[in-house]
């Protein structure tokens, strides 16, 4: 029954409390992109929202990874956190062009994060949505909208991503508005409720629920899972607790 594949995964690799607790102890710093990625199913690359990174860079990536592995990557913030988003077309072809289709059939989709006092405009979102190509050097790309202000539950919003193949970003937070709308052939979900307290970040129950959601999403095509903020130290652990999750059925 299941359409697409569920990938699940955390933001980053880099990230010092997960020494000891994720990576063991004594892991080269270099080792540690591969080491997760036999672990999970996908990364968020967080590093191209600050800055550009080099062709080689990605295509390292690419190849510390295993077949099947896909990374999102989140774009510039120069693309994305200014007043009027249908002047970004300069911002979004750097971003595209730095080489971010070394990683071939690694690069899963590119996710587009706005800020949380940016509110919708019709008009300005639909010309920033024709920036965005559905290809670059021949390899398909798939657009994520994480929009974080109420003024974004609005059909119209809704409208123009669906006719976009845009996907809205499913977000499960105490801060950001949570829609749930199928408006792509993929679906992006950015989990941040996780608890330190909880060893796993998300308990049993909680972990099957998520499973189940996934299913759901899976049978209309691709799905994204990954756990961002909240308890980041647990974050891989929810992401490893999910996987298995999913392999029990």
Request: aromatic fraction near 12%; charged fraction near 25%.
């Given at each position: 029954?299941?359409?697409g594949?569920?990938?699940?995964?955390?933001?980053?690799?880099?990230?010092?409390?997960w020494?000891?607790?994720?990576?063991?102890?004594?892991?080269?710093?270099?080792?540690?992109?591969?080491?997760?990625a036999?672990?999970?199913?996908?990364?968020?690359?967080?590093?191209?929202?600050?800055?550009?990174?080099k062709?080689?860079?990605?295509?390292k990536?690419?190849?510390?990874?295993?077949?099947?592995?896909?990374?999102?990557?989140?774009?510039?913030?120069?693309?994305?956190?200014?007043?009027?988003?249908?002047?970004?077309?300069?911002?979004?072809?750097?971003?595209?062009?730095?080489?971010?289709?070394?990683?071939?059939d690694?690069?899963?989709p590119?996710?587009?994060?706005?800020?949380?006092?940016?509110?919708?405009?019709?008009?300005?979102?639909?010309?920033?949505?024709?920036?965005?190509p559905?290809?670059?050097?021949?390899?398909?790309?798939?657009?994520?909208?994480?929009?974080?202000?109420?003024?974004?539950r609005d059909?119209?919003?809704?409208?123009?991503?669906?006719?976009?193949?845009a996907?809205i970003?499913?977000?499960?937070?105490?801060?950001?508005?949570?829609?749930?709308?199928?408006?792509?052939?993929?679906?992006?979900?950015?989990?941040?409720r996780?608890?330190?307290t909880?060893?796993?970040?998300y308990?049993?129950a909680?972990?099957?629920?998520?499973?189940?959601?996934?299913?759901?999403?899976?049978?209309?095509?691709?799905?994204?899972?990954?756990?961002?903020?909240?308890?980041?130290?647990?974050?891989p652990?929810?992401?490893?607790?999910?996987?298995?999750?999913?392999?029990r059925?």
């Amino acid at each position: 029954m299941t359409k697409g594949n569920i990938r699940v995964g955390i933001g980053g690799w880099d990230y010092d409390p997960w020494r000891g607790t994720f990576y063991p102890d004594g892991l080269a710093k270099t080792k540690q992109l591969a080491w997760a990625a036999e672990r999970l199913t996908a990364i968020e690359i967080n590093a191209t929202y600050y800055g550009s990174q080099k062709p080689a860079t990605f295509a390292k990536w690419a190849e510390a990874v295993p077949d099947g592995f896909q990374f999102s990557v989140k774009a510039s913030r120069y693309a994305t956190n200014r007043k009027i988003l249908a002047e970004g077309a300069e911002s979004i072809g750097r971003f595209l062009n730095q080489g971010i289709t070394e990683l071939g059939d690694r690069l899963g989709p590119i996710l587009w994060q706005f800020m949380a006092t940016k509110k919708f405009n019709a008009d300005d979102f639909a010309a920033f949505l024709k920036l965005l190509p559905e290809k670059q050097d021949g390899l398909r790309l798939r657009h994520a909208l994480e929009v974080r202000h109420d003024s974004f539950r609005d059909p119209a919003f809704l409208s123009l991503a669906k006719a976009a193949n845009a996907a809205i970003v499913f977000a499960d937070s105490d801060e950001f508005p949570e829609i749930e709308e199928p408006t792509a052939d993929f679906t992006y979900s950015r989990l941040q409720r996780s608890i330190e307290t909880c060893p796993t970040g998300y308990d049993e129950a909680s972990l099957k629920d998520w499973a189940d959601r996934a299913k759901i999403w899976a049978s209309r095509g691709d799905t994204y899972v990954f756990f961002i903020s909240g308890a980041k130290v647990r974050n891989p652990a929810a992401a490893t607790g999910l996987i298995e999750r999913l392999k029990r059925g």
